[in-house]
C-alpha cells in the first residue's frame, strides 16, 4: 500500500472517531482552518475545471467534507457543553461576525443558513438531477453517433472506445451528483438541528452544570452555537458553490475566467450602452460621486476592449491570408486543381443578370429543373453544375463544358426574344439574324415591340433563359453516356439494392462487375434510351450476363426486354412507326463483315461500301426531314449494333432500331429501303 492510500485511509477512520472520542480544543482550532482550507482549495478547483469529467472525483470529496463538517460539528457541540468553550476560531467568528452584537450574529448566520438550503443548495440538486436525466436519454443517441462516425472511417476503433468510455463515465458522474447533492441538503438541515441544541442544550447546562447566571448563560452560549454555525456553513456555502459551478458549466469549453472574459466581455459597445445608463443615474438624487466612477471604468474598459478585439480580427484575417498564400505556394496545394467538374456553365459579364437571383435571374432554378427533366426521361442522376463567369469570353456568349472540354458554345442578348420561323418568312418581323444553338435552326433577335407581331406570325419566340435551358438540356441528353461512371452507376446500383436485393446479389459481383453494368448503360444512354427501368435492365443483364461479357450483345438483349419503352418512345400514341428499312443485300454485307476476335467482335467493311451505305441513307433521311417526320433505321437484330456503329459518326441523331425491339401489335410501315 502507498503511503498516500495510508494516509486517507487513516484519515476516513480519524473522521469517524472524532464523533466518538472527545479531542482537545486546540486540535477543534487547527480542524475548523483545515475545514475552511479544504472548501476553499474544492471552490478554486471548480473554478478552474474545463469539464466535468476533469473533477469527476467531486461527489466522493463531497461526501467526505461532508461527514468531516459533521463530525467536528459533534466535537465542537460536546466541547461547547461540556466546557462552555470551543477555541478561538469559534469564539472570533461568533464576536466578530456580529460585531459584539447576539442578535446580529444570529441574523447574519440565519440568512447564510436560508441562502445555501434554499438557493445554492435546492438549485444545485435540480440541475444535477435534470443534468443526468438528460445525459442517460442521450446516450442512446451519442452511441449511434460513435458507430455512424466509425462506420464511415472518420475515427478509429480506439478513439471510438475513449468516446463510449467518455459518455459512461459522463452518465456515471451526472447519476452521482445528483445523489451527492443530497448530502449538501442534509447537511444544512443537520446544521440547523444542532444550532437549537446548542443554543437550548447549552443555556440549560450553563445555568444547571456552570452556575451561570440566566443572562451569562445565554451570551456565552448564544455567542458560542453562532460561531460554531458559522464556522460550519462557510465551508459548507464554498462546497456548495462549488457543486453548482461543477453542474452548471456542462456546455463549457474553458475555465471559468476563460468564459467570464470571452463571452461576458465580448460585446464592447454593450458596455457604452451600460456606461451611459449608470451616469444617467447620477443624474438623479443617487449622485454623481457614486455612479459617474463606475461609469468611466466602464467606458475605458468598453474603448480597450473594442480596440484590442479590432486588432484580434486584423490579425485573425492576417493569418487567413498568410495561410492561403502558403497554401498557394505549398506543392501540396496544386492536388485541388486536378479536380475536374462533370459539367460547367460559363458565361460573360454580360450575362450575369441571368444567375443573379438579386437582379431576378432564374437560372439556378432552371438548372434544377433540367435536373429533375433528365432523372425522370433518362434515369440520369445529373451531376452538379457549375456555374461561374469567365471575363475571357465575350461579353454576351456562353460556353458549356464537359468534363472540362467546350463541347457547345452560343450568344444571348439580354433583353430580347429569339425568334424562330414557322417555315415561311414574314418581312414585318424585323430582327438580327442569329443560329438557335439547341438545334442549329436560323432564328433573329427581337425585341420587346416585336414580340407580339412574331407570335401573330407563327413564329416561335422564347426568352434568353429558355433558350439557354433548352440548349444545356439537349447538351447534357446528347453527353448522358459521357456523365455516368463507376460510381455514379454504383450509385444506382446502391439504389436498386434498396428495393430488390435479392436481384442486385445474383447479379453483382458474382455475374457482372460495376464496370460491366456502367458500360451497357452507358451505350444506352449514347441512343438516348432511357436507364430509368434499372430492374428490367438488370433482370436482363442477370439472364445473359453469364453467356457473354460482351458489352454490346448485353446492350441488345437489354434493349429487346426494353421493347415496351423504346416503342412509346418512337410511337407515344400507338400511331403507325414510319421507318427506313434495310434491304437484305446490306444486310447479308455487314453480317458477313463482321470479325469476331477474342475482345469481341468488329465491322470490317471497305471504304467504298462504307461511303454507299453513307449515302444510301443519308438520302432516305433527308426526305423524312423534309416531310416533317423523324428519320428511323429499322434492321434485323443481328446486325443492328453494327449499323449503328457504321452511321453514328455522321448521323449521330438517326435512331438505329430491330425487329425484336417493337412491340407485336405496333403497326410498321416502310418509307424507304436501303439498298447496295
Known sequence: MKPKDLFIILGIIGIVLMMIIPIPIFLIDLLLILNISIALMILLVAMNTKEALDFSIFPAILLVTTLFRLALSVSTTRSILTHAEAGEVIETFGRWVGGGEVAIGFIVFLILVVVQFIVITKGSERVAEVAARFTLDAMPGKQMSIDADLNSGLINEQQARERRSKI??????????????????????????????????????????????????????????????????????????????????????????????????????????????????????????????????????????????????????????????????????????????????????????????????????????????????????????????????????????????????????????????????????????????????????????????????????????????????????????????????????????????????????????????????????????????????????????SYTKDPDILTEYVRQSLSRQITQQFSPGGDTLRVITVGPQLEKKIAESVQQTDQGSYIALDPISTQQIYQKIGEHVSRQIQSGQQPIVLASPTIRMYLRQIIERTMQEVPVLSYSELEPNIEVQSVGVVNL
Open 168 to 545: 459512461e463515465k459522463e452518465a456515471d458522474f451526472y447519476g452521482a451528483m445528483d445523489g451527492a447533492s443530497k448530502f449538501v441538503k442534509g447537511d444544512a438541515i443537520a446544521t440547523i438541528i444542532i444550532l437549537i441544541i446548542n443554543l437550548i442544550g447549552g443555556f440549560i447546562v450553563g445555568m444547571a452544570m456552570h452556575g451561570m447566571s440566566f443572562g451569562e448563560s445565554l451570551e456565552t452560549f448564544s455567542i458560542l452555537t453562532i460561531g460554531d454555525g458559522l464556522v460550519a456553513q462557510i465551508p459548507a456555502l464554498l462546497i456548495s458553490t462549488a457543486a453548482g459551478l461543477i453542474v452548471t458549466r456542462a456546455a463549457s469549453e474553458g475555465t471559468l475566467a476563460d468564459d467570464l472574459t470571452g463571452q461576458m466581455l465580448r460585446y464592447p459597445k454593450m458596455l457604452y450602452i451600460a456606461a451611459g445608463t449608470i451616469a444617467v443615474l447620477g443624474l438623479t438624487p443617487i449622485g454623481i460621486f457614486t455612479t459617474w466612477p463606475y461609469a468611466i471604468i466602464l467606458a475605458i474598459g468598453a474603448y480597450v476592449m473594442q480596440k484590442r478585439l479590432t486588432k484580434k480580427q486584423e490579425q485573425e484575417e492576417l493569418l487567413v491570408e498568410e495561410q492561403q498564400i502558403e497554401e498557394v505556394r505549398s506543392p501540396e496545394s496544386v492536388i485541388s486543381l486536378l479536380q475536374v467538374d462533370p459539367i460547367e456553365f460559363e458565361f460573360g459579364y454580360g450575362l450575369i443578370p441571368l444567375a443573379d437571383t438579386q437582379q431576378g435571374g432564374d437560372l439556378l432554378d432552371r438548372i434544377i429543373m433540367i435536373r429533375r427533366q433528365c432523372a425522370l426521361e433518362l434515369g440520369l442522376v445529373v451531376p452538379v453544375i457549375r456555374i461561374r463567369d469567365n471575363i475571357q469570353l465575350k461579353p454576351n456568349e456562353y460556353v458549356i463544358k464537359i468534363k472540362g472540354n467546350t463541347v457547345a458554345r452560343g450568344d444571348l442578348l439580354l433583353n430580347h426574344y429569339l425568334a424562330m420561323s414557322p417555315g415561311f418568312e414574314d418581312d414585318s418581323v424585323i430582327g438580327i439574324e442569329t443560329i438557335e444553338p439547341a438545334f442549329g435552326l436560323p432564328a433573329i433577335w427581337i425585341d420587346e415591340a416585336m414580340k407580339e407581331r412574331a407570335e401573330l406570325s407563327g413564329y416561335t419566340v422564347v426568352d434568353p433563359p429558355s433558350v439557354v435551358a433548352t440548349h444545356l438540356t439537349e447538351i447534357i441528353k446528347r453527353h448522358a453516356h459521357e456523365l455516368i461512371g463507376r460510381q455514379e452507376a454504383k450509385m444506382l446500383v446502391e439504389n436498386v439494392k434498396e428495393s430488390y436485393p435479392a436481384l442486385v446479389d445474383e447479379l453483382i459481383p458474382s455475374i457482372l462487375t460495376i464496370g460491366d453494368v456502367q458500360k451497357v448503360l452507358s451505350k444506352l444512354l449514347k441512343e438516348k434510351v432511357s436507364i430509368r427501368d434499372l430492374v428490367t435492365i438488370f433482370e436482363a443483364l442477370a439472364d445473359h450476363g
